[in-house]
């Protein structure tokens, strides 16, 4: 359920009585979050999700981006913190996202990158129900091995790996064709850290969600051996007709 602003909408099966006499059913809305270390698959795996079961993907470091390049008021203030390596504050993430979700009243969607602390968990919780958790773990060293090999086309936030997805021209974006870059953060000398504060930041998150009884957690090194469980798991959970807003029935 939407609760916050103007969007009002059950995350359930409703009906509700439109023009000439008609309900209208409301299909039902499938809301989930994926969550995970840096390099544990996050992107990969949201696309698949997203292609597969005709969601709506969304990504918090896209939403970033997308305000920086527009220059908002949200995007220049984030982008102070970015150029620092900071995560941009809680108030601001949720200044940027959580509008964007209530104009989804009608979408089933996936979001990757949110939340990263407890209060924006919190913030998230206020405004919707979510149905799922995907909470991925990976070992150390694979997570080292993917980030080291991990290039990524700035502008659009489209991520490669040379071994594993690599673009068509060496070094160049499969859309655009501009160069692909390493961030820094990548490297084996920062993922330490990285991942240590993902540790820190998650744990708070991974327990609220498991005390609401929707953390599903997937382990392994390869994407391909998780993701037919994630399917598996998903197949039981998503409506299938869960991009469609209503459906107009006829009802006694
Ligand atoms: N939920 C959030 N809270 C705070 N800052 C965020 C959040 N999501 C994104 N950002 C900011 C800080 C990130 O460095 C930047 C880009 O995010 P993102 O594309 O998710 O890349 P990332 O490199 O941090 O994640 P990963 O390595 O896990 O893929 O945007
Ligand atoms: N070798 C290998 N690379 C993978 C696999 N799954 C994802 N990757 C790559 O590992 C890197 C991290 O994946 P990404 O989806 O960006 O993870 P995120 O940081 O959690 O969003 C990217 O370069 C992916 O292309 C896998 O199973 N094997």
């Given at each position: 359920m939407l609760r916050n602003g103007t969007a009002s909408v059950r995350n359930d099966t409703d009906t509700v009585r439109g023009v000439a006499g008609y309900k209208w059913r409301m299909a039902k809305l499938f809301r989930a979050v994926i969550m995970g270390p840096p390099g544990s698959g996050k992107g990969t795996i949201s696309e698949r999700i997203a292609q597969r079961f005709a969601l709506t993907r969304l990504s918090s470091g896209d939403f970033v981006r997308e305000n920086i390049a527009a220059n908002t008021d949200a995007g220049v203030l984030a982008k102070t913190y970015i150029e620092r390596g900071l995560l941009v504050p809680d108030h601001v993430m949720t200044r940027l996202l959580l509008p964007r979700l209530e104009e989804m009243t009608r979408h089933s969607w996936l979001m990757d990158?949110?939340?990263?602390?407890l209060a924006q968990a919190k913030a998230l919780n206020s405004t919707c129900d979510l149905d799922l958790v995907i909470s991925l773990n990976i070992p150390y060293e694979t997570l080292k091995e993917r980030l080291s090999d991990r290039w990524i086309h700035?502008?659009?936030g489209r991520v490669y790996n040379m071994g594993f997805n690599p673009p068509?021209?060496?070094?160049?974006?499969?859309?655009?064709g501009e160069p692909l870059i390493q961030h820094d953060d990548d490297k084996p000398e920062a993922l330490v850290a990285r991942l240590r504060h993902y540790k820190d930041m998650a744990k708070p998150i991974i327990d609220l969600y498991k005390s609401k009884g929707i953390l599903h957690t997937f382990s392994g090194t390869e994407t391909d051996r998780i993701w037919p469980y994630i399917n598996s798991l998903l197949s039981t959970k998503?409506?299938?007709?869960?991009?469609?807003?209503t459906q107009r029935i006829p009802m006694p």
């Open positions: 990158g949110f939340p990263r602390t700035p502008a659009s068509h021209v060496q070094g160049r974006d499969d859309i655009s998503i409506p299938s007709t869960s991009q469609t807003d």
